[in-house]
C-alpha cells in the first residue's frame, strides 16, 4: 500500500493531530528506509521529509568528521547511523547520525535500541541545508540525547541538554 507519493528532495510534509498508531503505522508502511522518507513524531505532530542529495554528502561527512575526531582523540565510539528513536507515545526521530560515547557499554553488542530499557545515544548530528532541524530538538530532549550538533552547510552549533532542554 502506497500512502504518499514521492516527495521531491528536501520538500517536507508537516500533519498536526496525528496519533501515536499512526506514526508507528506510516512508518512500517512507508519503509522509510529504502524510500528514503524521514519521519519524525512530537505530540501529535509528524513531519515527513525527503532528504536531498546534498543533505546526503553533509550527512556522510558529518559522521566521518565525528569519526576521526574521537580517533584523533583515542576516545571510543559506536555509531549508530539513522537509527530510529523513540520514547514510545510522546517522540520519535531519526537522526541523520547518532553516536553512542559515555554509554556505549550499555548498547555495544545490540541489535536495536529500545529506549524504555536502553539509553539513548550521547550525540545526535542533524544537517540543515533547506529545512531547519530546531523543531526536532524537544523530541531529542524529550528521549535524553545529551549532545545535537547541527549543521547548515556553513556552520556548526553544538548543543547541550540541561535541565529538560538545549
Request: some cysteine.
Amino acid at each position: 500500500m502506497t500512502v504518499l507519493a514521492p516527495l521531491p528532495p528536501d520538500n517536507r510534509v508537516q500533519l498536526t493531530g496525528i496519533s501515536w498508531a499512526t506514526y508507528e503505522t506510516l512508518r512500517a508502511e512507508l519503509d522509510c528506509s529504502r524510500r528514503g522518507f524521514r519521519l519524525s513524531y512530537y505530540q501529535g505532530d509528524l513531519e515527513i521529509m525527503a532528504p536531498s542529495l546534498e543533505h546526503e554528502r553533509f550527512k556522510k561527512a558529518a559522521g566521518r568528521f565525528v569519526e576521526t575526531l574521537a580517533e584523533e582523540l583515542e576516545i571510543q565510539i559506536e555509531p549508530f547511523g539513522s537509527t530510529t528513536l523513540k520514547r514510545s507515545e510522546l517522540a520519535g526521530a531519526e537522526p541523520d547520525e547518532c553516536f553512542y560515547v559515555r554509554n556505549l557499554a550499555a548498547v555495544r553488542g545490540l541489535r536495536r535500541i529500545d529506549l524504555s530499557q536502553d539509553p539513548p545515544p550521547d550525540l545526535a548530528v542533524e544537517i540543515d541545508i533547506t529545512n531547519p532541524s530546531s523543531r526536532r530538538l524537544p523530541i531529542y530532549a524529550s528521549i535524553g540525547v545529551t549532545e545535537v550538533w547541527r549543521f547548515d552547510g556553513e556552520q556548526l552549533q553544538i548543543y547541550r541538554l540541561a535541565r529538560g532542554g538545549y
